[in-house]
């Protein structure tokens, strides 16, 4: 039997987006998303959840009394990352180690102010705590850290640029502070446009199924076009929306600095609610059921936009199988769109690699959503 | 694609068949036509292929063979001239009853300044200007079916197809409905009306009758009647003794089918042989025996064969309910409030052991509310009930654990297999291992599941299901029954079956509360309250009610749907004269 071939009617087009607006304003779980849940998440990633420690405690051994080894111990014990205990061997300390009240050892060793002397200091020790790798980590970066920048001062004291240590002078740019909230914040963003872009956007469609409110629709003349577009225009607009308080939240409540333009940032937005939106129709129109659409927008696109976008793990240190597999989440590509137009500004050559992905993308999954979207019940 | 165009006809299908994977097709080689002015009847029990036809006529669905014609052309290319109101009506419940129209007016093309006029009319006809600027999903059964005929009707349709319009709508509503429909027909609208019910068979111009996908009877309704005139007898005068009579009056030969209709065993008898005499019957000296008015569903159970006997295998292998001075099930002013809203207010009734008590009424009236009060799944807010001498307040459990519940409807695990399930239902009941076996081996025998233990519940013909569904709630030989709707859209040999085993366990003492809107299970009740506006409005035996409603209203011989209906008005008018005063 021959499918219907209907012309695009804008009157048509209209009446299902001013029905789908009052739907999304009376309806409380509509609402529950796209307002209350963004609010929710940027709280929690504002405040709770900060990757940030300070005050970490760890255990000192300096062995050494010579004038550079007690200002290298001052240095640490002034550090606002660490909480110090100091002991002149490591074996009082190794007990707090053992019980977990230490995360960590750094010994000062005996011979490191004659070292210093011959302008060869001598490496530092570092002790952590191996079965907390990621508190391992912190302790023993922000440990050489903290020694970098006293053999800075210290070259400098003496005048001595040329035989400077090897390893240092590491200078984080646009978040000197190495603040993680300045992270969190924008990358929260994803999080709320997958939401609405791909969760909300699945359920909606798959609840017409459900209700056999598309069976009625499709007895009418409306084209799939029309239907799909009418999905399309007023979650695009809310999640816009809703990237807009976070955005104002961002910088207003949380003091996350906005150095680029904001045209910009619509320009990012956009271009991720292409494959935002595109993925939840193709769900809703594969599976036409609301249980089933809402655990596959979690698994195809919200999980994978927290854990494998570099929002809160970095891509970097992944292993390789897993860095290949990130190339393909969406949010990869908005996540440093979105740092670049809040820490950096409007760096074009950085954000429009990112921008045309996400539009490679948002086609792709387009034109899986109209091959799978059929104006027939069977 | 335009098949050949049947003279007179809006819309006509020819040859359709549709299969939905392996196994029986949905339908097989199914014809019809749609006469202008004329109510087609699209008949068949739940599964025999109503809703793929009607879907396959509005161009939903594309048929596997035969061609479909719609005023001269494809369903596709004539959307303009087919309403259609599927069976969930479609409404979109956050939309107001305006917006709704508006919306389907703005989808249909219908030019702005005409879109009051129609309203106006629309609003007049289905009675719901008072409710324009209520939440759909906020009306009643009724008023969203009313609401949904609008949509459908907001351009006038030269072609209507209406998916069970009837199901889940009280009597009254139901009654208005066909009214409307009268009124469109009269406007030369082509109307098709697809049921389960057998009853709205005989309101229609043409009838279809379909059976598992198959057509098995085209024609006006009374020439199925036909077939059965004069065979149909009406017997009274045995009073206690009806259920008896009719097992043994379906054991005989001549009889082919018999249902309980109130105080009276109605019985048809097979072609060519004598209508037999009381004697002949083996009742008493007091037994009457008149001819009856053939219905419909005569007609159709004689097409299909004829009724089951009488002896329910069941009841002759259950245990004797032994008898009890207290009443099986007992009510005492059950109340539930949520909130504001009262949902049963002081419901009030005693059950003795060894009869079927109904409970009626429109959806949302309140019966679903008492009976899952007296199930002891909602806490009464008020009053107190109980089951077997089961306290419901302080005996909850064991209350529950001396009754069998089945629901038509949802009762079962639809992934598991029927052997899966029947373990299931003997693990929840806590049989022990050795009777559980013997329970589940007497079960698959008496309702003949041997062939499908494996198969999943959820895939079963729809009569199977509603076999194993019982046989799941009596596995533990209960004494008392609770039945939610058991039988609507069931096929009629199907629900005389289920109805032969339960007046069969009702002998042997089983207590049986039935709730249902359907009124040919309220036919087989004892007694039956009428529950309206979370109200007893009228509690007595199905006779005594139609002589009420017969008295209230001056109807003769008034059915059981004529007294609910009556009875209901009564209690409205009161209800304003009240509120007036």
Not at chain 1, 15 to 41: C, G, H, N, Y
């Amino acid at each position: 039997m021959k499918l219907p071939r209907v012309r695009f009617s804008g009157r048509r087009l209209l009446a299902l987006v001013v029905k789908e607006f009052w739907q999304i304003v009376r309806d409380p779980s509509t609402f529950l998303i796209a307002f209350v849940l963004p609010m929710i998440l940027l709280f929690l990633f504002g405040f709770a959840i900060s990757l940030d420690s300070y005050g970490t405690r760890v255990g000192l051994v300096v062995q050494d009394s010579s004038a550079p080894a007690m200002r290298l111990a001052q240095a640490y014990q002034h550090s606002p990352y660490f909480e110090v205990t100091t002991s002149r061997s490591v074996e009082p300390l190794r007990k707090g180690m053992i019980d977990g009240d230490l995360r960590g050892i750094i010994v000062i060793p005996a011979d490191f102010g004659d070292g210093v002397a011959r302008m060869q200091p001598p490496p530092i020790q570092i002790i952590t705590d191996g079965s907390q790798p990621n508190t391992a980590q912190f302790v023993a970066a922000h440990a050489e850290g903290v020694r970098s920048q006293w053999a800075t001062i210290e070259n400098a004291e003496r005048g001595v640029s040329i035989s400077a240590p090897v390893d240092v002078s590491a200078r984080f740019w646009f978040n000197p502070e190495l603040n993680s909230r300045y992270f969190l914040v924008p990358g929260s963003i994803a999080n709320v446009m997958t939401m609405i872009g791909t969760l909300l956007t699945a359920m909606v469609v798959a609840r017409e199924w459900e209700r056999g409110t598309m069976e009625a629709m499709m007895a009418t003349p409306i084209s799939m076009g029309e239907f799909i577009a009418s999905k399309l225009l007023p979650y695009f607009v809310l999640a816009q929306f809703s990237m807009t308080m976070c955005a104002l939240a961002s910088v207003f409540v949380f003091g996350v600095p906005f150095r680029g333009s904001v045209l910009t940032l619509f320009a990012i937005s956009t271009a991720f609610l292409m494959p935002a939106l595109g993925l939840g129709l193709f769900i809703s129109a594969a599976t036409k059921n609301q249980f089933v659409a809402s655990q596959l927008a979690l698994i195809t696109a919200f999980l994978p936009t927290i854990m494998l976008s570099g929002f809160v793990f970095e891509i970097q240190s992944m292993p390789v199988p897993i860095q290949l597999l990130t190339h393909v989440v969406p949010a990869r590509y908005l996540i440093p769109a979105l740092e670049t137009v809040f820490l950096a500004g409007d760096q074009w050559g950085l954000i429009l690699p990112n921008i045309g992905m996400m539009l490679l993308f948002g086609a792709i999954f387009f034109f899986l959503a109209f091959r799978f979207t059929k104006r027939s019940l069977d | 694609m335009a098949g050949p165009v049947a003279p007179d006809s809006v819309a006509s299908a020819v040859g359709i068949t549709k299969a939905f994977g392996p196994g029986l097709p949905a339908l097989d080689s199914v014809g019809i036509t749609i006469r202008p002015g004329k109510v087609t009847g699209l008949v068949g029990p739940d599964g025999a292929g109503k809703t793929t036809l009607i879907r396959i006529l509005a161009g939903l669905m594309s048929a596997d063979a035969g061609t479909v014609t719609i005023l001269g052309g494809a369903p596709s290319e004539r959307l303009d001239d087919i309403g259609y109101m599927p069976q969930r009506f479609g409404l979109y419940e956050d939309l107001t009853v305006r917006e709704n129209l508006t919306l389907y007016a703005q989808l249909r093309g219908l030019p702005g300044e005409e879109h009051e006029a129609v309203f106006g009319r629309l609003y007049q006809f289905t009675d719901l200007g008072r409710f324009q600027d209520r939440l759909s999903g906020k009306l009643s059964g009724g008023m969203k079916q009313k609401l949904g005929l609008a949509c459908a009707l907001v351009r006038t349709p030269r072609v209507l197809l209406l998916d069970e319009p009837g199901v889940g709508v009280d009597p009254i509503s139901r009654r208005e409905l066909w009214a409307m429909v009268g009124e469109l027909t009269e406007q030369g609208i082509g109307v098709l009306w697809s049921t389960a019910y057998l009853d709205e068979a005989e309101l229609c111009d043409d009838v279809y009758l379909l059976s598992e996908g198959k057509q098995v009877f085209t024609g006006p309704p009374a020439d199925l009647t036909r077939r059965v005139d004069g065979r149909v007898i009406r017997v009274t005068g045995f009073a206690d003794r009806r259920r008896m009579a009719l097992t043994e009056a379906l054991d005989r030969s001549d009889v082919i089918d018999g249902t309980i209709q109130g105080r009276a065993v109605r019985l048809l008898i097979g072609p060519g042989v004598p209508i037999p005499d009381a004697e002949a019957l083996g009742m008493g000296s007091d037994t009457l025996i008149e001819p009856a008015h053939p219905r419909f569903e005569d007609g159709f159970i004689e097409r299909l064969g004829g009724g089951p006997k009488g002896t329910s295998a069941l009841a002759t292998s259950y245990r004797e309910i032994p008898p009890n001075d207290e009443p099986a099930i007992e009510a005492q002013g059950l109340t539930k409030h949520f909130g504001d809203f009262v949902a049963a207010g002081d419901i009030r009734f005693t059950v003795p052991r060894g009869e079927i008590f109904g409970l009626l009424g429109p959806n949302g009236a309140g019966k679903s509310t008492t009976f899952k009060m007296l199930c002891g799944l909602l806490t009464p807010s008020e009053g107190t009930g109980s089951v077997a001498g089961h306290d419901l307040r302080h005996a909850a459990a064991s209350a529950r654990a001396s009754l069998g519940y089945m629901a038509q409807k949802f009762s079962l695990y639809g992934d598991l297999s029927v052997a899966q399930n029947l373990d299931f239902f003997a693990g929840a009941y806590n049989l022990p291992r050795a009777r559980a076996r013997q329970a589940i081996e007497r079960m698959v025998e008496i309702f003949d599941l041997g062939d499908r233990l494996s198969v999943n519940a959820g895939t079963l013909p729809l009569g199977f299901k509603q076999r194993l569904a019982l046989a799941c709630a009596v596995m533990h030989e209960p004494p008392v029954l609770f039945l939610d709707e058991p039988t609507s859209g069931v096929d009629p040999v199907m629900r005389r079956e289920f109805w032969m085993h339960i007046n069969g366990l009702v002998q042997k003492g089983v207590t049986v509360l039935v709730t249902t809107h359907f009124m040919d299970e309220a036919e087989y009740c004892d007694r039956v309250t009428l529950i309206y506006r979370a109200e007893q409005i009228a509690t007595g035996t199905p006779d005594a009610l139609k002589a009420q409603a017969g008295a209230l209203g001056q109807i003769e011989d008034p059915t059981m749907e004529d007294a609910f209906i009556a009875l209901i008005e009564e209690q409205d008018r009161r209800h304003t004269q009240g509120e007036a005063a």
